[in-house]
């Protein structure tokens, strides 16, 4: 075999998510057209009459069959064109461009925290399983977990904006004053400490803490008590008593023996902990005036803008295609066995 | 553990024969946190049934005169922007937020077991097409399709239980795939064949009731989730339909109201819903034992 | 910085847009504390061209801020001191003067001599007529708009000579030159825009989309879709006096809770259409100054629709207009701010609109007309609210099913999301009963009448259908108002419409803007987007 | 030997707190091990052979706890030593090798790494000298290129070299005592024999005391110098090996001599009491004939298909017991499973009661009139028991499917029918009502047994039926099912990887290696006079008994 296994399996998991992916631009097609409400009414604005709705819905080519609107769409998807939103009047694609780095900066913000917290709370609890630091633990997430995240942020936004008046006000990702940093990757923090520019970062960081927070607390559960469980499974297998018996340290036995075997599991919770962060995003970036593609979805959504909210749906795919991925590589990366075997 | 028990402690002694109640009565009394959730669902499952007979105030009666009152006596969680008393509300809520709830993962729990089941026994095509239909799904941000159903059906309850049990479908489906497909060539299963089972019937009797015990801790996440996803599409304008009380709805109005000081309104139902979701979470360990025979010891 | 700010001046609008100024990173500090304003609103602007198909109302305010119009309202202050526009007197904006023709059948306008659009370019009549005849072809809501004043053709526009531009009439109307004051017929620089017009695009409407090109007091610094658009003062604006500040920045914050909390923090200087209770509190605050004023030609209105059965009898309709429990209305879902519109005389001599209806809440009055009917037992019916209308549209619904019940009618309430709002309820019209809130921007009676009590026309929602009605509002609504003849049939107009109630008044809307303290200038106008021409800072 | 002994256990008791309180896994256990020594520990599962060992080296679960007694090492007292000091001799003075190699090793850790880990943690390499030093152990264990295997990860190693490496990690700091807690279960018998070598010798070498923690008398008769005979967390008896397999004193010893299998014993001789051997049958027509079977299993990415089964040909005749011997992966499982019907084979034909049944795919074949006279016992009792049912529930269900008269007959004619069953397998028939997990393996297997011989099956497959279970019990298990056998005048198709238990049941035997039967012919031709060298091998390899040891007849 010329082609390294671990590329083959790359390379089959990009291929079976090309049905998903078919799949996805079907729902998303039907769905789009289930959405009530007549996109040329909306476009011929108020006082239209039907003659002016009939030629809009014509030019729309909403007067033909669902098939052939099918087929258009696909042919215009081909070539990369996802149409123009009704509600921005931009065309999606450049939208979703300028609004996913937004979306996925608070997403990553927020699991980075969810990680950074969540996975030493699940170590802990499960070197102590049934002790009072996994209970404590155990009630904490969940308690994280049992609010909606609109209502944590607006909790967190009535406390430590209005109230204490510690964090800037929940206006989007830049005080007013600030314009964005020159664009990079599309991050402001990370675009900001590449201009260089402490202060513009210092107001990024602070704009993103309350949103990052929130959705933080919602995606802690699932992730500490995953790390929990799996840690609990790796400590009971027989390797980390042959470590125990070789007089390895605590230390070792517990992060490069237990915890790598149990990132396993955990990364996998991770891909789907994602899913529910990006459409929790949904609501915290409506809260924080976040301009992500989550509120540009909802906005859409709430007017049947056909265009955006397939090119939403289709940019998230095609995230989740990609994340799925990311997360089969690290799999592979992690799990030696992967890739050879099967 | 790291230690294998020794088997003679495991098995040893008379093992007494429990019933069904003493195993509940086991399960419940073995773990605190698990005595807790019971408890609170028992607290929720009464709200939820007798609420209407036990609240001070009829929950849709409105009165003017009386609107947006702080917590007091006569009000013990306020009242709202119509005067209507915000405990009757989040009381009486709890029938339909626990019937969404139930119903949307019932739901997802017997559409993703029969699609897992199938898929995990019998692999090849079946596995690969369920496969690919429960990849799109997953594709989705789960919130989002939510939302994109009920706005494209219409803000029902019932399309909020279809999408909420849509969206739940695949972690029950994947899951039981994997428990069913890794015990599929056990020896019970063999032996299960030798006995004359025909490959429905083992998958029904023999692999599906292994399946369960991680399946109920499924369950419980899910059923708060359900009440969650209600919320969220409450926040966003596809909830229920007014004036019915729903916990979802009340925190997502009353959340405009906390800027105005007027933190009752989504106070006592945000603790409710919480407590709720907070109970379900809890409960999953507590369920997955009573349905775990192992545990009967 | 100077540099900085010279590149920010010299960037081309044609690359608006986000990430445009790369060079800047905070706008300067002075600029930020004293030449800056910070508007608030929860709507997009998904437009910077009103005549654009798809263009949504917020968008509007581009038309406003940035373009000039030939005329414009003056200003009159209210009974509490705040500024309003005033219909009834007409400003020059980009026209000098004007004179109507003797037959009445013309206008001839003079334009400003100096006039410029921002490229330095004079504005000429050949720019007024493209922007006219555009407006009047290119479809959709400003020819429509159009049309109400009388202007159908670009035959009717004629360039005279450079600075004089000719309006013919195919008929004269009293609404004709308040409809040249409205957003719609602006004036674009059409050299520019028509250098980046095509073939399939002779108006530019994909160019003036995201490039403003006109002469307006303010030009677009940024747009940055879904998140904000700043302003920037044009130095060089003739048509009234210098805007106080000179950037403004529109910031769009969906949540209205967050709103609320910017504008008592004093984050930002001004949020624009703030929710009655609101409205309410912070006025009773006295922290955060309010400025509450009655929209003309507006109501919130109950509407039974005729083309369902029960709503067919008029007694039905009556027996509901007194089922209503308006009080409580006006008290908890209009939070005390707008106009009562109830409990007026029984026959009223006033032709003033909106003016308050005969009903007040009795129910034995209701229970009586009902029973007269054939639907004395009562019946069920879904009532229905717009999405987007929640904030007052639900308390109202719950309030009216209460009212409604105690006089055996059932309802379920039904919220319907914007979009299939107008759909169903304004284009279909099969909603059987709906909560509705037109206003009409051209503050006449026979206007409102126009557009909400003839069959067919977009806002009557209710299906109604009258011969006489439709003949009065025919005959008025060219009339000249101090015809002899128009304030009898408005009175008869009036008459008829509370005793047919097709639309059953709760109370005239209130529209609120809540600001910071130091902020002055802010004045209401018809068309309800932010009209920051007249924004500034009071002087300590 | 009067000097000091490296290890010596005092009166040690070891306690587990348990949801029904403290349990004493074992109670004053004393035992001693000197510099050099090879101790063997043994007894059967739930004796605390394993448990005492944990507490040595206080790597105790943490319910666990030592209650009593003193363990001291090289004058050192280990169980009050601060777990600090504990760590430093874990590895590097005592070390321990356990049982499932593969389970051992951290599986997504180079094998090189893990044994790098040891050394580096007791600072007897640094990592730039770590990986010589991780090479060289893993030649001392006799890895062949063990440049190329330091990257190697478990998964890519098989069974015994996987336990080479454990032993690898357990020597590379030159430990005094090597505990081995059941080295070699579970690997096949060459394979064990192999290691056991390699431990011996090694431990020789560097002059090292080893532990060896068995259930297998014959491989403590074969490596050790004393043994130590445990019995329920107690130890029963204790001295020189020579002396135990000679002169038990212990009526348990002497039970357990009795129950091992051995070359010279018949199938009862393994019982405490005399019983009159069981009728023996003569055998009658041919039941099953199996000609050129063959199973072949697709290749994975176009590999060559692999052949499990290559074209194999056998008959077993009414009332007869053919065993069928080989090493894991020889194919054995994959024909007994297309004997049964649960597997289609690729190519050949199989023969049941004249029937061809071969043809009949396997998917259909539960509804098939023969399904009932097919039956088999599985060889993990615990897997093959549904967790979720009663024993009740598992022995009525093929009557309840196939059953003939029971099946209609109501619950009352089910249970009678169950508890005969229950009786005839030996099963207590209180415990019908109780779940798997709450019967010990003996009583597991007898419910396997009883649910396979429900239908009254004409042949019985038994896939390594006592694998799993206690040699005393394996004894009685046997003797069952010879019993049966006569009693119901069943055949037995007796999978195995042990020639000794094989002997004890089968009246031929057929040696399968490859997925070819390379010899066949009556048993005690096969055992005595192999003509196939790798026969040899396999017999060779077994662990023996010391003839001295055989307990002439019943005491």
């Keep these: 075999m010329t082609v390294p296994p671990k590329v083959r399996l790359a390379g089959r998991r990009l291929l079976q998510a090309v049905p998903a992916l078919l799949g996805i631009i079907i729902i998303t097609f039907l769905l789009t057209r289930a959405l009530p409400g007549d996109p040329a009414v909306y476009f011929a604005g108020p006082a239209a009459d039907a003659a002016s709705i009939a030629e809009i819905r014509h030019r729309l080519g909403l007067d033909r069959s669902l098939p052939e609107q099918f087929l258009t769409y696909v042919g215009d998807l081909a070539t990369g064109n996802l149409g123009t939103s009704i509600s921005t009047g931009q065309p999606v694609l450049q939208e979703i461009i300028t609004r996913l780095p937004a979306s996925l900066e608070l997403t990553l913000a927020a699991l980075l925290i969810a990680v950074g917290v969540a996975v030493p709370l699940g170590v802990l609890a499960a070197t102590r399983p049934d002790g009072w630091v996994d209970h404590a633990c155990r009630f904490v997430v969940t308690a994280g977990v049992s609010l909606p995240t609109f209502f944590t942020g607006l909790a967190l936004v009535y406390v430590f904006y209005y109230l204490a008046g510690w964090a800037p006000a929940p206006m989007g990702r830049l005080d007013i004053i600030s314009l964005p940093p020159e664009h990079v990757t599309g991050f402001y923090l990370i675009d900001a400490l590449l201009a260089g520019d402490v202060a513009v970062a210092r107001s990024v960081l602070a704009h993103l803490a309350l949103p990052a927070l929130t959705l933080a607390l919602f995606t802690l559960a699932p992730i500490a008590r995953m790390t929990r469980a799996a840690m609990l499974q790796a400590l009971g297998s027989e390797f980390i008593r042959t470590a125990r018996a070789a007089g390895l340290s605590r230390r070792r036995i517990l992060i490069v023996y237990a915890l790598r075997n149990a990132l396993l599991p955990v990364v996998t919770t991770l891909g789907m902990v994602f899913s529910f962060a990006l459409g929790a995003n949904v609501l915290v970036e409506k809260v924080f005036a976040w301009p992500g593609i989550g509120s540009y979805a909802v906005e859409a959504l709430v007017v049947s803008d056909y265009a955006a909210v397939q090119g939403f749906v289709l940019t998230m795919a095609l995230l989740f295609v990609l994340l799925n991925l990311v997360i089969d590589l690290t799999y592979t990366l992690i799990d030696p066995r992967l890739g050879l075997e099967e | 553990m790291h230690a294998p028990v020794p088997a003679s402690i495991a098995a040893a002694g008379p093992a007494p024969r429990y019933g069904w109640l003493r195993h509940l009565r086991h399960v419940v009394t073995g773990n605190p946190v698990t005595g807790v959730a019971f408890a609170l669902f028992l607290l929720l499952v009464i709200a939820a049934l007798f609420g209407p007979w036990l609240v001070p105030y009829d929950p849709l009666a409105t009165n003017a005169a009386a609107a947006l009152q702080p917590p007091s006596a006569a009000h013990w969680f306020g009242t709202d922007q119509l005067g209507r008393d915000v405990l009757s509300r989040v009381v009486v809520a709890t029938r339909l937020d626990l019937a969404i709830s139930v119903a949307a993962v019932a739901l997802a729990f017997v559409a993703g077991s029969v699609i897992g089941g199938l898929a995990g026994f019998y692999g090849g095509w079946i596995d690969r097409v369920a496969g690919r239909c429960l990849d799109t799904i997953m594709a989705f941000p789960l919130f989002v399709l939510a939302m994109g159903i009920v706005a494209a059906a219409g803000n029902t309850v019932e399309n909020i239980v279809y999408a909420t049990a849509l969206i739940n479908l695949p972690f029950y489906a994947r899951m039981v795939r994997a428990e069913v497909n890794v015990r599929r060539e056990a020896g019970f299963v063999q032996a299960a064949r030798l006995s004359g089972n025909g490959g429905l019937r083992i998958l029904a009797f023999h692999l599906f009731p292994n399946a369960l015990p991680p399946l109920m801790i499924q369950v419980s996440l899910n059923m708060g989730w359900a009440i969650l996803n209600a919320a969220g599409l409450s926040f966003i304008g596809l909830g229920v339909r007014p004036p019915t009380p729903e916990w979802g709805i009340m925190v997502a109005e009353g959340a405009n109201f906390i800027v105005s000081g007027e933190w009752w309104l989504a106070l006592f139902p945000g603790a409710a819903l919480m407590l709720a979701v907070f109970t379900f979470n809890l409960l999953g360990d507590g369920l997955r034992d009573l349905v775990d025979p192992q545990r009967r010891t | ?540 | 030997m009067a000097s000091v002994p490296l290890l010596d256990v005092r009166d040690l008791t070891v306690e587990f707190a348990t949801r029904r309180g403290t349990v004493r896994a074992v109670e004053r256990v004393s035992f001693s091990v000197a510099r050099g020594e090879t101790v063997g520990i043994v007894g059967e599962s739930g004796s605390g052979k394993s448990v005492s060992s944990y507490a040595v080296l206080r790597i105790l679960d943490r319910a666990g706890r030592i209650a009593e007694g003193s363990i001291t090492f090289g004058g050192v007292a280990l169980d009050r030593v601060p777990e600090r000091t504990m760590a430093e001799m874990r590895g590097r003075e005592i070390s321990m090798v356990f049982q499932n190699p593969r389970a051992a090793l951290n599986p997504i850790r180079p094998i090189g790494r893990q044994i790098e880990d040891v050394l580096i943690e007791h600072a007897l390499a640094v990592p730039a000298t770590a990986r010589a030093m991780a090479v060289e152990a893993l030649r001392a264990v006799r890895i062949a290129r063990p440049e190329e295997r330091y990257h190697a990860y478990p998964f890519e190693l098989s069974g015994g070299m996987c336990q080479r490496v454990v032993i690898a990690i357990a020597l590379a700091c030159r430990p005094q005592l090597l505990i081995a807690d059941e080295p070699t279960t579970g690997l096949d018998v060459t394979t064990q024999k192999a290691v056991m070598d390699l431990m011996v010798e090694l431990s020789r070498e560097r002059g090292m005391s080893v532990v060896l923690i068995t259930h297998d008398l014959g491989l403590a008769a074969a490596y050790c110098d004393r043994i130590v005979v445990m019995e329920k967390g107690a130890v029963v008896e204790n001295a020189p090996a020579a002396e135990v397999f000679a002169a038990p004193r212990h009526p348990y010893t002497r039970r357990l001599l009795q129950a091992t299998p051995r070359p010279e014993a018949g199938l009862r001789d393994l019982l405490p009491h005399p019983v009159p051997p069981p009728r023996p049958q003569a055998p009658g027509a041919p039941l099953l004939e199996v000609r050129d079977l063959v199973k072949e299993f697709r290749g994975r990415n176009g590999a060559a298909p692999f052949r499990a089964v290559d074209a194999i040909s056998f008959t077993v005749h009414e009332g007869e017991s053919l065993g069928l011997v080989g090493e894991s992966g020889c194919g054995k499982s994959t024909t007994s499973a297309m004997i049964m019907r649960l597997l289609d084979p690729t190519s050949g034909s199989i023969r049941f009661a004249g029937q061809e049944v071969g043809t009949v795919p396997a998917s259909r074949f539960a509804r098939h009139p023969l399904r009932g006279k097919l039956q088999m016992v599985f060889q993990d009792p615990t897997d093959s028991l549904n967790p979720r049912w009663t024993a009740f529930r598992s022995i009525a269900d093929p009557l309840l499917r196939l059953g003939g008269p029971e099946r209609g007959a109501g619950r009352g004619a089910l249970r009678a029918k169950a508890e005969e069953l229950a009786r005839r397998v030996g099963l207590p028939t209180d415990l019908l009502d109780r779940f798997p997990h709450q019967l010990s393996g003996g009583q597991k297997a007898r419910v396997g047994i009883a649910r396979a011989i429900a239908l009254d099956p004409d042949l019985v497959i038994l896939d390594e039926p006592t694998a799993a279970l206690d040699v005393s019990v394996q004894a009685v298990v046997l003797n069952l099912l010879a019993d049966l056998k006569a009693e119901l005048g069943m055949s037995y198709l007796f999978v195995s990887h042990d020639l000794n238990v094989v002997r004890l049941v089968c009246d031929r035997v057929m040696v399968m290696r490859g997925g070819r039967i390379i010899e066949e012919g009556d048993t005690g031709r096969i055992l005595h006079a192999p003509s196939d060298p790798y026969t040899r091998a396999l017999l060779d390899a077994i662990p023996h008994l010391p003839a001295a040891a055989a307990p002439a007849g019943a005491l």
């Design chain 3, 1 to 540: 910085m100077m540099n900085r700010r010279d590149v920010l001046r010299g960037v081309s609008a044609a690359t608006l847009g986000a990430g445009v100024l790369p060079f800047l990173k905070a706008l300067p500090a002075a600029a930020a504390a004293g030449d800056t304003l910070v508007v608030v609103t929860g709507t997009t602007i998904n437009s910077l061209d009103l005549h654009r198909t798809g263009t949504n109302r917020p968008s509007y305010q581009v038309a406003v801020n940035c373009y000039d119009r030939l005329l414009t309202f003056g200003t009159k202050t209210m009974p509490d001191g705040t500024l309003a526009y005033d219909y009834d007197t007409l400003k020059p904006e980009l026209a000098e003067s004007w004179e109507v023709a003797p037959d009445g059948m013309s206008v001839v306008f003079h334009l400003r001599a100096n006039a410029t659009f921002w490229d330095g370019t004079p504005v000429t009549a050949e720019d007024v007529k493209w922007s006219l005849d555009r407006a009047v072809t290119v479809g959709g809501f400003p020819t429509t708009q159009m049309q109400a004043g009388g202007l159908t053709e670009p035959g009717q526009f004629e360039a005279v000579d450079d600075k004089t531009v000719r309006i013919r009439f195919h008929r004269p109307s009293k609404l004709t030159l308040p409809d040249l004051a409205v957003p719609v017929p602006f004036i674009i620089n059409s050299k520019v825009a028509r250098a980046n017009a095509t073939a399939d695009d002779p108006w530019a409407m994909e160019y003036l989309h995201r490039n403003p090109a006109g002469s307006g007091a303010f030009r677009v610094e940024r747009w940055d879709p879904g998140q904000q658009l700043v302003y920037v003062r044009n130095d060089g604006w003739t048509g009234g006096p210098l805007p106080g500040v000179k950037r403004v920045i529109i910031r769009e914050i969906p949540s209205q809770a967050t709103r609320r909390a910017l504008v008592e923090r004093g984050d930002i200087h001004l949020s624009y259409d703030i929710p009655a209770k609101d409205a309410r509190e912070l006025a009773a605050g006295g922290k955060v100054p309010v400025v509450g004023t009655p929209v003309e030609n507006c109501l919130n209105v109950l509407c039974p629709n005729l083309s369902f059965e029960p709503f067919r009898d008029k007694r039905v309709r009556q027996a509901i207009a007194w089922a209503i429990p308006y009080e409580d209305i006006f008290r908890n879902a209009g939070y005390g701010r707008g106009a009562p519109m109830w409990g007026g005389a029984a026959s009223s001599d006033s032709i003033a609109w909106p003016q308050p209806s005969p009903y007040t809440t009795d129910y034995d009055k209701a229970k009586a007309l009902l029973s007269e009917t054939a639907f004395a037992g009562g019946f069920e019916v879904p009532l229905s609210f717009d999405l987007g209308t929640a904030e007052w549209g639900e308390p109202t619904a719950l309030l009216i099913q209460e009212g409604l019940a105690k006089i055996g009618i059932r309802t379920t309430i039904d919220k319907i999301p914007g979009a299939n709002w107008r759909t169903v309820a304004l284009v279909e019209k099969k909603l059987p009963l709906h909560l509705e809130n037109f206003g009409g921007w051209l503050n006449t009676p026979d206007y409102y009448f126009y557009w909400a009590y003839v069959k067919g026309n977009l806002f009557n929602s209710s299906n109604y259908d009258d011969d006489e009605m439709m003949k009065l509002v025919d005959e008025t609504l060219h009339m000249r108002m101090d015809d002899p003849a128009y304030a009898p049939k408005i009175r008869r107009m009036i008459t008829k419409a509370f005793d047919d109630v097709p639309r059953i008044p709760l109370w005239q809307p209130s529209f609120e803007v809540a600001m910071r303290p130091d902020v002055a200038g802010y004045q209401f106008w018809f068309h309800r987007v932010p009209d920051v021409r007249t924004l500034g800072f009071r002087q300590a």
